[in-house]
Structures are given as C-alpha cells and as structure tokens.
C-alpha cells in the first residue's frame, strides 16, 4: 500500500493515463477526485473508483477548476497531498503541425490546452499546500516529444513545444518551492493507446514505425498501465527525496532510431 491515506487529485483522470492512474492510486490505497471535461466519462470514472473517489467536470484550462478540485478533496477525504496533472493532448485538427503550416489559433489552442492548464492546476496545488504546511507533490504529465523529435509521423511543434516547456516549467517550480518541501516531477511518455493516440493507432506505417521505435516487449504502443508504476512512485513517499526530474516511460523510443 505505497499510498495509504494519501488524498490525490489527478486533472484529466477520467480517461486514458489519468484514469489507469487514478485506479492504480487507489489500489495502492489512496483516496482520490479525478477531472474530465466529459460529465459521461466523470460518471463512469467515478463508478470505478468504487467508493474511494469522486469525479468532478470541469476544463482544465478554467482558472475555477483547479482550486475546486483540491477543496473537493480537502472537504470530502480530509486532506490533500498530491496533484496529477495528465490534462493536454494534439492540437492538430486545430492547425498545430510543422511550422510551416501552424495556424495562430492552432498554436494558442496547443498552449491553452497542455501548458495554461498545467499552470493552473499546479498554481493551485501550491497555494494549497503551502497553506496547509507540510509539503506535497505534483506530477506532470511531458511526451518524449519534448526532448525526442521524431519528424517524420510526429511533426507537431506547437505540441512539442508545450512538452518541452513542461519540463523547463516544473524544474523551476521544483527549485523555487524545494524549501516548502514541495515536489515537482514529470513523467514523459511515448506513444500511449488513448482517445488521443486515434490518428496514429489507425495507420498501419505509423504503427510499423512505433514497433521499431518502441522495441520493449516485442515491440509495440504503450498501455496506460505502462506508466502507473512511475505515476504510484512519485506520488508516494517513496520518492521523498526526489524533485525536479522527469521519467521517460517510452518502450525505447529514446535511444531507437525507428524504421520508417
């Protein structure tokens, strides 16, 4: 049970990594309020959680959400002593791409929906935790696209752009709230099976690419399970003594050159 009694909100918990996550948290003996934006992923979300968690719809990107979330938490479970923030996604229907091509409202979509969201949520933690005293933690979600272009299949450099500033983002947060004993860390993943992943996972070259890029266990996409274990170990106190870094759970894509 690494996360007895820990209270958690996980931003963007109702789907995907966020909702494996939230499930793994509570395994591991947590109590938990997840967000979505979807009031029909909130409901089954929340039947899930199975009496351990609660689930709350709200935009990421709304400055009110945040904060309510964590008050949600501290009223309901008694506490509050990590954030999970997964909320983000492609803004490519919207027009991120390659530079060339990048609308002005696909840039601003891109930003709103992976790094002011961010920024929110991780304001209101902070606030919340120094309020309280005694610390806590947050974990960010980045993508391998933030530090490992692959131009070919993923050539969205807004999106790369906003993943590579969570990094540069919680690095600093990290180094200015350390004396707070607040924790900021990031975990950055490669190309995961969600509702995000659609474009990728229905094309049959895309899919032979990511099977050389992401060579582990025979080669294949990521699970969102496959990031639960980092997700429970940076929100426990396992990690007490750890801040500032960022995980690359990404199945080799890192050190694979890929076969297009």
């Known amino acids: 049970m690494w996360l007895e009694s820990k209270k958690i909100v996980v931003v963007g918990g109702t789907t995907g990594m966020g909702l494996s996550a939230a499930l793994a948290f509570v395994r591991e003996g947590a109590q938990v309020v997840v967000v979505g934006r979807n009031p029909e992923s909130c409901t089954t979300a929340e039947k899930q959680l199975d009496g351990n968690g609660l689930a709350m719809s709200g935009d990421a990107s709304d400055p009110q959400t945040s904060p309510q979330a964590i008050a949600l938490c501290q009223q309901i479970f008694g506490g509050f002593d990590g954030l999970y923030h997964v909320a983000g996604g492609s803004g490519r229907r919207f ?9 002005l409202e696909g840039w601003n979509y891109t930003v709103n929906l992976n790094l002011t969201s961010m920024m929110l949520s991780n304001q209101a933690a902070v606030r919340a935790f120094r309020a309280q005293g005694g610390g806590g933690v947050i974990l960010n979600m980045g993508s391998v696209l933030g530090s490992r272009p692959s131009p070919a299949y993923f050539g969205t450099h807004a999106y790369a752009a ?3 500033a969570v990094i540069g983002f919680s690095k600093s947060v990290a180094a200015y709230y350390a004396n707070d004993n607040i924790r900021v860390n990031v975990i950055a993943p490669a190309l995961v099976e969600t509702p995000m992943a659609q474009r990728a996972t229905k094309d049959d070259t895309i899919m032979a690419f990511t099977k050389t890029k992401q060579p582990l266990d025979g080669g294949r996409i990521g699970q969102p399970d496959d990031l639960d274990g980092a997700a429970v170990y940076f929100m426990s106190d396992y990690s007490a003594f750890t801040t500032g870094q960022v995980l690359t759970v990404d199945g080799g894509w890192s050190v694979s050159e890929g076969q297009i």
């Open 95 to 103: 027009g991120d791409g390659p530079l060339h091509d990048i609308t």
């Open 162 to 164: 906003m993943k590579s």
